[in-house]
DNA sequence: TTACAAACCAAGCAAGCGCTAGGTAATAAA
DNA sequence: TTTATTACCTAGCGCTTGCTTGGTTTGTAA
């Protein structure tokens, strides 16, 4: 029988996953390699989860928990449109390449591994986080920040972040932060004021 | 044996693939599934192509073609920054979203499904396609259209522009031409002159 | 010490995978 | 009309995949 949810046990087994899933793909991380990684034998994964989706559904759901709490976290005491855009585009580099990034990363490019059931789930949460960007986006448009129509640039700039995963590395001389702030720079064509 | 290359009905057998691999990737697409689709048994797949890589290397070695063509084709001729900028945006959007479109989307989301060996010979076309990108971008940011460091914002475009694969669709009354706009002004913080 | 559920193992099944071997049909040049 | 080449088919092999079944160990609380 499934587990109703959320045992330690569980929840070890889904970061290692979200490991695996980014490193190999969804599709070519057999649940052989899961056990193997996860040191158990590969039928006991069927005691925790009822199909491999099931991981996955679990993997991408902690990544946009996730999310939404940093974005929340990040942008919760600021109110100027500058700070606030800056701290949203910083948050959101962060859970792509900081520590725990593999839930977030999976969440973005093994989305379209999910069933349509596994999807209208999901959505709500990615709805949920979108929304936040917009509102963010919006008062930038407001503050002369940012030029354009707020939706297709919510688009455009999460798309542009989002693309960092292929090929930003934080140990090769450029962190995180400078990443941020060369973007705010780029898309704003300002610099941030502290 | 396989045969050389480029004969007329490889040429088929790749654009169909290429479909294919852009509808349900290139992992969850089988021999057979391609056999199907291009009337034969899945056998007969093996005389074309030595393995199903080969396939890939195939469509993604077209996509890339393609593409640095119609850069080429579309910045020929203009020497103004702000048309060149516009008319590489607008060229890469219709490699994306106009006919012939599956090839390029394969080359950019299945690049990790290459074999070590077919991507050092094909980086070589992706590198002359971002060295087109990158000129344009420097000439661009010398007419003080844009801001930031140039190589950063190569990848912050292409990211941008490579992502729209994920959400556009040119039915949805955006047309790819005005997308292009929408990009430019929301990018440059101007309005192309035409 | 017993009781019971949770966590795991051993063994393997059915289905699907990429790919092969050996033969046949179609096309066209000699 | 022969010969060669290209294109395809038939049949299936060997392997891996996700997952199941039935039994055993481990932890915990009474």
């Known amino acids: 029988m499934t587990i109703p949810k959320q045992t330690n046990r569980r929840k070890e087994l889904v970061t290692i996953a979200a490991g695996l899933f980014k490193q190999e793909s969804f599709d070519r991380t057999t649940v052989r390699m899961l056990a193997t990684a996860t040191g ?22 902690g990544g946009l ?4 709490e940093v974005i929340n976290k990040q942008t919760k005491n600021i109110k100027l449109a500058d700070q606030r855009l ?5 948050g959101h580099l962060m ?3 900081g520590e725990n990034k593999d839930a977030h990363i999976v969440s973005i490019i093994e989305w379209k591994s999910l069933s349509t059931l596994s999807k209208s789930h ?4 990615r709805d949920e986080y979108e ?3 917009q509102g963010i986006i919006e008062q930038a448009l407001d503050a002369k920040l940012l030029e354009g129509e707020a939706h297709l640039l919510r688009l455009f700039v999460l798309g542009s972040l989002n693309w960092t995963i292929q090929w930003f590395k934080p140990e090769q001389g450029l962190d995180t932060e400078q990443l941020a702030h060369n973007f705010y720079h780029s898309l704003t064509h300002q610099f941030i004021t502290k």
């Open 122 to 125: 999901l959505i709500q949460l």
């Open 40 to 61: 158990i034998k590969s039928g006991s994964l069927f005691h925790h989860f009822k199909d491999k989706e099931e991981i996955l559904v679990a993997v991408i759901e």
């Open 86 to 90: 800056f701290a949203a585009i910083y």
């Open 95 to 97: 859970t792509l390449h």
């Open 131 to 133: 929304g936040i960007w």
């Open 65 to 68: 928990e996730t999310s939404i």
